[in-house]
């Protein structure tokens, strides 16, 4: 259960890790980001996978191998920040996001980390 837990604290802060090294896809703005919501998104981190609903007022739910929680996300400047009560212990997690694919990611130094897109529209 901790690794579970470990996990979707890790995918959560993953969102918010700064993009680097993308120079072929551009962040997307404050705006494009805002009009993701609301919406319910499946994530994918290292294979696993984490769902997620947002709502156009801030609020999170998510859920990931029978762990649940709750959190709010909101935008700095153009940078998407996330919040949830257990997984980040309330701390903000925020980073520009990139569209690649269908898929929104967010990337470190190292490479891809998180991408996540929505799954209450039909997908190709």
């Known amino acids: 259960m901790m690794l579970r837990t470990a996990l979707a604290a890790s995918l959560v802060a993953a969102v918010a890790l700064p993009l680097a090294g993308q120079a072929e896809a551009a962040s997307l703005g404050r705006a494009d980001v805002a009009k993701l919501f609301p919406g319910q998104f499946e994530a994918q981190v290292k294979g696993y996978r984490v769902s997620f609903t947002g709502t156009r007022g801030g609020t999170l739910a ?9 959190g709010r996300w909101f935008m700095r ?4 920040c996330v919040a949830f009560e257990k ?8 980073g520009q996001i990139t569209q690649q694919g269908g898929w929104y990611v967010a990337s470190s130094n ?6 996540f897109r929505r799954s209450d529209v039909a997908q190709n």
């Open 62 to 70: 998510g859920a990931a191998y029978g762990q649940q929680d709750k």
């Open 87 to 94: 997984w980040t212990k309330g701390e903000a997690k925020c």
């Open 110 to 115: 190292d490479g891809e980390v998180l991408k």
């Open 77 to 80: 400047g153009s940078a998407l």
